[in-house]
């Protein structure tokens, strides 16, 4: 089983749908957990991160913890055609310390 | 600011021959990744720098994997003998102090024929 469980898609949303990503994770010990959004033939870039439980919100995207289920999730309200994109959760021990990421999930926002 | 340089962009080579990719990290960064991206494996850390020094490289498949950091502006990541199973995106990530935020390179796309 690895660390951290994603379902790969492809995930189709018309524009202006409310998408939910998730993600499973199995290290109790992870404290710190990342969004990072990847377009095509691009390296990722950092979306958003929380500590432990609860919820951030940044603009349309929001980011929820739920430690005792082992539970990641991204929202994102208003989805936009630019929003299409791999969307990769990592989590961490501690700062400083190495990311174990997720596959990955494919959202495709249609016009 | 230029942001992480990586090259070359692709690499096509034939089974048995040396690749060596190259990454020029964000300067003052401190922290530098080395990463693999397969479908099938999803992204994969392979090795990390702190100052220049190897911290964990627990994720290098096997003994055909070498890197090395001789300064703080420039790494490689040597593939000797490449496999056609080494076929992936190789990307180079670099932090300030182990932040959340690393900012990757584009990419080197590795084709093992």
């Known amino acids: 089983q690895k660390e951290v469980e994603q379902d790969p898609g492809p995930l189709s949303v018309p524009e202006g749908a409310i998408v939910s990503l998730n993600c499973t994770y199995s290290?109790?010990?992870?404290?710190?957990f990342m969004w990072y959004r990847q377009y095509s033939r691009k390296g990722p870039e950092l979306l958003m991160y929380?500590?432990?439980?609860g919820n951030k919100e940044d603009g349309r995207f929001t980011a929820q913890v739920d430690k005792s289920s082992k539970y990641i999730s991204l929202f994102i309200r208003d989805s936009q055609p630019s929003d299409s994109a791999t969307y990769l959760c990592a989590s961490r021990v501690n700062y400083g310390q190495n990311f174990v990421f997720g596959p990955g999930t494919r959202l495709s926002v249609l016009p | 600011d230029a942001g992480v340089i990586q090259s070359p962009r692709h690499e096509v080579t034939e089974m048995g021959q040396e690749v060596t990719l190259r990454c020029k990290p964000i300067?003052?960064?401190?922290?530098l990744f080395w990463y693999r991206q397969t479908m099938m494996r999803g992204l994969e850390l392979l090795i990390y720098f702190n100052n220049n020094v190897p911290i964990d490289d627990s994720g290098m498949p096997e003994d055909r994997f070498s890197a090395k950091m001789p300064n703080a502006s420039f790494s490689t990541l040597k593939i000797q003998p490449s496999e056609p199973r080494d076929s992936a995106v190789y990307f180079c990530?670099?932090?300030?102090?182990?932040?959340?935020?690393?900012?990757f390179g584009p990419g080197t796309r590795l084709t093992v024929l």
């Open positions: 290290n109790s010990a992870f404290q710190y």
């Open positions: 929380t500590y432990s439980s």
């Open positions: 990530a670099s932090s300030i102090g182990g932040d959340h935020e690393q900012f």
């Open positions: 300067s003052g960064h401190d922290y």
